[in-house]
Nanobody, 129 residues
Framework: VQLQASGGGLVQTGGSLRLSCAASGRTPINYAMASMAWFRQAPGKEREFVAITVGSGGNRLTADFARGRFSVSRDNARNTVYLQMDNLKPEDTAVYYC????????????????????WGQGTLVTVSS
């Protein structure tokens, strides 16, 4: 499965961006059942979990730093997952990656990046002060 992330760019503090991640490829997956997540990696830092939409139930989990500002959603008809980011801050500057995990997860288990089997190429978000 190939994941193509897009929507990054340069925005001022307090601004908004919406990232998209489209899944494609020859490997058949039931996209509606897939758990799709967003991670980010700032320069010199570890890759960290941002948000996930888990399987067909659509349960969502958002990291503490993103809660109230970021929202994950999905369009199964388009095999696409979105990350709406509002009230952006300079510390949100990072490369944002979408990823698919092999199975469902609950709580902090969703944070484990080693459990994700497919990764997009990343899209750069830069927030200026």
């Amino acid at each position: 499965v190939q994941l193509q992330a897009s929507g990054g760019g340069l925005v001022q503090t307090g601004g908004s961006l919406r990232l998209s991640c489209a899944a494609s490829g020859r490997t058949p997956i039931n996209y509606a059942m897939a758990s799709m997540a967003w991670f980010r990696q700032a320069p010199g830092k570890e890759r960290e979990f941002v948000a996930i939409t888990v399987g067909s139930g659509g349960n969502r989990l958002t990291a503490d730093f993103a809660r109230g500002r970021f929202s994950v959603s999905r369009d199964n008809a388009r095999n696409t997952v979105y990350l709406q980011m509002d009230n952006l801050k300079p510390e949100d500057t990072a490369v944002y990656y979408c990823a698919r995990r092999r199975n469902r997860c609950v709580g902090s288990a969703c944070y484990d990046k080693d459990a994700y089997v497919d990764w997009g190429q990343g899209t750069l978000v830069t927030v200026s002060s």
